[in-house]
T-cell receptor, first 115, second 111 residues
Framework: NAGVTQTPKFRVLKTGQSMTLLCAQD?????MYWYRQDPGMGLRLIHY???????AKGEVPDGYNVSRLKKQNFLLGLESAAPSQTSVYFC??????????????FGAGTRLSVL | GESVGLHLPTLSVQEGDNSIINCAYS??????FIWYKQESGKGPQFIID?????DKRQGQRVTVLLNKTVKHLTLQIAATQPGDSAVYFC??????????FGKGTRLSVIA
């Protein structure tokens, strides 16, 4: 059981380039999330999804777009990368919203550098 | 907006001693709390959770205490081991919204 898988693990972009980060989960979870983590900081929520075909903004959504076309996949897009988007990106999922389902399972992260 | 915070950003503990990691939360509507452990280069990993109708919950070597009066969480790690070295985050659920994470406390175990 792979859990939550993020690809790629590392990426370097030039300012203005675009890219898509892929998150895949094989646990049939309803909820999926994208976070960014900056040095010395906690996790900040970018966007999340409560089910296939749905997305919602989190705390820091500007400069990012997401799509959840399939239940198992949650894509994070950067249309025009900026140096301020240099960060480690984490994807997470959980089954549903009750006390057990709120435990989020995280991927290993994608380290993105924008030059 | 309301947020979760931590009292101590870094903590150094001798191997074998007990570790105490604190977390203050400000949203009185929060009814569920989770502690996560993040090792270097990895994603956060669930440690233990507690609901607002409980004061204490124990796991294997870990205990979480909840003081709703002062809006404070404590994570206790018994007999701290080198493998416990990591950053520990508390997170709260303030009602019908996603988890809100604190900034984290780095635990360093001295052998």
């Amino acid at each position: 059981n792979a859990g939550v898988t993020q690809t790629p693990k590392f990426r370097v972009l030039k300012t203005g380039q675009s890219m898509t980060l892929l998150c895949a989960q094989d646990m049939n979870h309803e909820y999926m999330y994208w976070y960014r983590q900056d040095p010395g900081m906690g996790l900040r929520l970018i966007h999340y999804s409560v089910g296939e075909g749905t997305t919602a903004k989190g705390e820091v959504p500007d400069g990012y777009n997401v799509s959840r076309l399939k239940k198992q996949n949650f894509l994070l897009g950067l249309e025009s990368a900026a140096p301020s988007q240099t960060s480690v990106y984490f994807c997470a999922s959980n089954p549903f919203r009750d006390s057990l389902g709120n435990i989020q399972y995280f991927g290993a992260g994608t380290r993105l550098s924008v030059l | 907006g309301e947020s979760v915070g931590l009292h101590l950003p870094t903590l150094s503990v001798q191997e074998g001693d007990n570790s105490i990691i604190n977390c203050a939360y400000s949203n009185s509507a929060s009814d569920y709390f989770i502690w996560y452990k993040q090792e270097s280069g990895k994603g956060p990993q669930f440690i233990i959770d507690i609901r607002s109708n409980m004061d204490k919950r124990q796991g294997q070597r870990v205990t979480v205490l909840l003081n709703k009066t002062v809006k404070h969480l404590t994570l206790q790690i018994a007999a701290t081991q080198p493998g416990d070295s990591a950053v520990y985050f508390c997170a709260e659920i303030p009602g019908n919204t996603p988890l809100v994470f604190g900034k984290g406390t780095r635990l360093s175990v001295i052998a």
